[in-house]
Protein backbone atom coordinates (compact mmCIF):
# COMPACT_ATOMS: atom_id res chain seq x y z
CA UNK A 1 0.00 0.00 0.00
CA UNK A 2 1.27 3.20 -1.09
CA UNK A 3 -0.32 5.34 0.22
CA UNK A 4 1.77 7.67 1.96
CA UNK A 5 -0.06 7.03 5.28
CA UNK A 6 2.50 5.86 7.93
CA UNK A 7 2.59 2.44 9.46
CA UNK A 8 0.87 4.03 12.97
CA UNK A 9 -1.88 6.13 11.23
CA UNK A 10 -2.76 2.94 9.64
CA UNK A 11 -2.75 0.83 12.68
CA UNK A 12 -5.02 3.40 14.33
CA UNK A 13 -7.28 3.37 11.36
CA UNK A 14 -7.53 -0.29 11.00
CA UNK A 15 -8.21 -0.70 15.03
CA UNK A 16 -10.99 2.17 15.15
CA UNK A 17 -12.06 0.59 11.65
CA UNK A 18 -12.35 -2.81 13.15
CA UNK A 19 -13.96 -1.32 16.38
CA UNK A 20 -16.26 0.80 14.47
CA UNK A 21 -17.38 -2.27 12.47
CA UNK A 22 -18.12 -4.73 15.06
CA UNK A 23 -20.60 -2.36 16.90
CA UNK A 24 -22.63 -1.81 13.87
CA UNK A 25 -22.02 -6.15 13.36
CA UNK A 26 -23.41 -5.96 17.00
CA UNK A 27 -26.09 -3.57 16.61
CA UNK A 28 -27.00 -5.63 13.57
CA UNK A 29 -27.15 -8.98 15.38
CA UNK A 30 -29.36 -7.98 18.14
CA UNK A 31 -32.09 -7.13 15.58
CA UNK A 32 -32.65 -10.85 14.81
CA UNK A 33 -31.13 -11.98 18.47
CA UNK A 34 -31.45 -11.61 21.71
CA UNK A 35 -28.11 -9.95 23.54
CA UNK A 36 -27.79 -13.17 25.65
CA UNK A 37 -28.12 -15.62 22.90
CA UNK A 38 -25.64 -18.43 22.91
CA UNK A 39 -24.94 -18.06 19.04
CA UNK A 40 -21.35 -17.71 18.72
CA UNK A 41 -20.95 -14.67 16.75
CA UNK A 42 -23.14 -12.76 18.65
CA UNK A 43 -21.11 -13.93 22.51
CA UNK A 44 -18.11 -12.51 20.72
CA UNK A 45 -19.47 -8.96 19.26
CA UNK A 46 -21.13 -8.74 22.97
CA UNK A 47 -17.58 -9.83 24.64
CA UNK A 48 -15.59 -7.48 22.52
CA UNK A 49 -17.60 -4.40 22.07
CA UNK A 50 -18.88 -4.26 25.93
CA UNK A 51 -15.94 -2.93 26.91
CA UNK A 52 -16.32 0.11 24.31
CA UNK A 53 -19.85 0.63 25.04
CA UNK A 54 -19.09 0.93 29.27
CA UNK A 55 -16.07 3.15 28.07
CA UNK A 56 -18.57 5.35 26.05
CA UNK A 57 -20.82 5.64 28.66
CA UNK A 58 -20.21 8.94 29.95
CA UNK A 59 -21.16 9.99 26.79
CA UNK A 60 -24.14 7.93 25.84
CA UNK A 61 -27.41 9.85 26.94
CA UNK A 62 -29.86 8.03 29.47
CA UNK A 63 -32.92 8.03 27.17
CA UNK A 64 -31.25 5.51 24.48
CA UNK A 65 -32.67 2.04 24.30
CA UNK A 66 -29.88 -0.16 25.00
CA UNK A 67 -29.83 -1.91 21.60
CA UNK A 68 -29.27 1.51 20.30
CA UNK A 69 -26.08 2.20 22.18
CA UNK A 70 -23.57 0.28 19.86
CA UNK A 71 -24.73 2.08 17.06
CA UNK A 72 -24.41 5.45 18.68
CA UNK A 73 -20.17 4.50 19.91
CA UNK A 74 -20.16 3.70 16.03
CA UNK A 75 -21.26 6.62 15.09
CA UNK A 76 -18.43 8.48 17.67
CA UNK A 77 -15.59 6.10 16.09
CA UNK A 78 -17.01 7.03 12.77
CA UNK A 79 -16.73 10.78 13.45
CA UNK A 80 -13.02 10.26 15.05
CA UNK A 81 -12.24 9.00 11.43
CA UNK A 82 -13.64 11.41 9.44
CA UNK A 83 -12.84 14.26 11.38
CA UNK A 84 -10.46 13.93 13.91
CA UNK A 85 -7.44 11.84 12.43
CA UNK A 86 -7.61 13.70 9.03
CA UNK A 87 -6.89 16.96 10.97
CA UNK A 88 -4.23 15.74 13.59
CA UNK A 89 -2.77 13.51 11.26
CA UNK A 90 -2.23 15.16 7.96
CA UNK A 91 -4.23 12.91 5.01
CA UNK A 92 -7.15 13.99 3.35
CA UNK A 93 -10.61 12.50 3.33
CA UNK A 94 -12.55 12.91 0.57
CA UNK A 95 -15.40 10.05 1.12
CA UNK A 96 -15.85 6.67 2.54
CA UNK A 97 -12.74 5.52 0.42
CA UNK A 98 -10.48 7.48 1.32
CA UNK A 99 -10.16 5.18 4.64
CA UNK A 100 -7.64 2.90 4.72
CA UNK A 101 -9.28 -0.09 5.90
CA UNK A 102 -12.89 0.31 3.95
CA UNK A 103 -10.14 1.69 0.70
CA UNK A 104 -8.31 -1.85 0.83
CA UNK A 105 -11.74 -4.28 1.52
CA UNK A 106 -13.31 -2.45 -1.73
CA UNK A 107 -10.20 -3.91 -3.23
CA UNK A 108 -10.39 -6.84 -2.26
CA UNK A 109 -14.26 -7.21 -3.11
CA UNK A 110 -13.25 -5.85 -6.69
CA UNK A 111 -10.47 -8.05 -7.33
CA UNK A 112 -13.11 -10.88 -6.36
CA UNK A 113 -15.07 -9.68 -8.80
CA UNK A 114 -12.43 -9.75 -11.18
CA UNK A 115 -12.34 -13.39 -11.28
CA UNK A 116 -15.77 -14.30 -11.64
CA UNK A 117 -16.11 -11.69 -14.78
Known amino acids: M???????????????GAAMWTLIGRF????F????SDFFFMR???KFTEPMIRAMSFLTPGFLVDRLKPLYVAWFLFMIRFY????????DVMG???????????KI???LGQIFR
Not at 2 to 16: F, P, R
Not at 28 to 31: E, K, Y
Not at 96 to 106: D, G, K, Q, V
Open 96 to 106: MLSFPLESEAA
Open 33 to 36: LNED
Open 2 to 16: DSGISWGVLLLDYTL
Open 28 to 31: GMTI
Open 84 to 91: IMPLFLGY
Open 44 to 46: AFM
Open 109 to 111: VYD
